[in-house]
T-cell receptor, first 115, second 110 residues
């Protein structure tokens, strides 16, 4: 099993460009999550999806959009990248059902730089 | 009070030492507790879940004190490979989401 995979591993964008970060899991997990991690800030939840076809905002959703069309995939979009979105982005998945928190398993991350 | 609070460290210890980390959480209704470790420039990885009665996994022991709302992690006989940042994690009541502490850095030296 590959677990949770993310593409790309690294990306450099210019301000105003758009891109989509891809996440896939092969554990048949119900829930998927997108986090960003910045120095001194810890992991912050951007969006999550408790089940296929549903998404909810996390702590820092502004400037991002997501889609969960298939159970195994969770996409994070940046419509118009800003330097403040320079960060490491982690995708995670868990068995978790709505209202129940299980342990989460993380992908290797995407290092994004916006110039 | 911050949702999940940890001493950022770093904790510098020699090989073979015993080291303990504490973490406090603010949501008294939290039900799920975990410790994760994160190596430099890597993803967080689950170290262990924390159960009400306390639990042990080899050299690692986790304890939960609901009355005082804190969680602890004890590492015995520290190894060089234990050098990492340890994240305290607590669930958000009513949601399938977790709140991560900012982590405590551990450096084990020869």
């Amino acid at each position: 099993n590959a677990g949770v995979t993310q593409t790309p591993k690294f990306q450099v964008l210019k301000t105003g460009q758009s891109m989509t970060l891809q996440c896939a899991q092969d554990m048949n997990h119900n829930s998927m999550y997108w986090y960003r991690q910045d120095p001194g800030m810890g992991l912050r939840l951007i969006y999550y999806s408790a089940s296929e076809g549903t998404t909810d905002k996390g702590e820092v959703p502004d400037g991002y959009n997501v889609s969960r069309l298939k159970k195994q995939n969770f996409l994070l979009g940046l419509e118009s990248a800003a330097p403040s979105q320079t960060s490491v982005y982690f995708c995670a998945s868990s068995y978790g059902l709505a209202g129940v928190a299980y342990e989460q398993y993380f992908g290797p991350g995407t290092r994004l730089t916006v110039t | 009070r911050k949702e999940v609070e940890q001493d950022p460290g770093p904790f510098n210890v020699p090989e073979g030492a015993t080291v303990a980390f504490n973490c406090t959480y603010s949501n008294s209704a939290s039900q799920s507790f975990f410790w994760y470790r994160q190596d430099c420039r890597k993803e967080p990885k689950l170290l262990m879940s924390v159960y009400s009665s306390g639990n042990e996994d080899g050299r690692f022991t986790a304890q939960l004190n609901r009355a005082s709302q804190y969680i602890s992690l004890l590492i015995r006989d520290s190894k060089l490979s234990d050098s990492a940042t340890y994240l305290c994690v607590v669930n958000n009541r009513g949601y399938s989401t977790l709140t991560f502490g900012k982590g405590t850095m551990l450096l084990v030296s020869p």
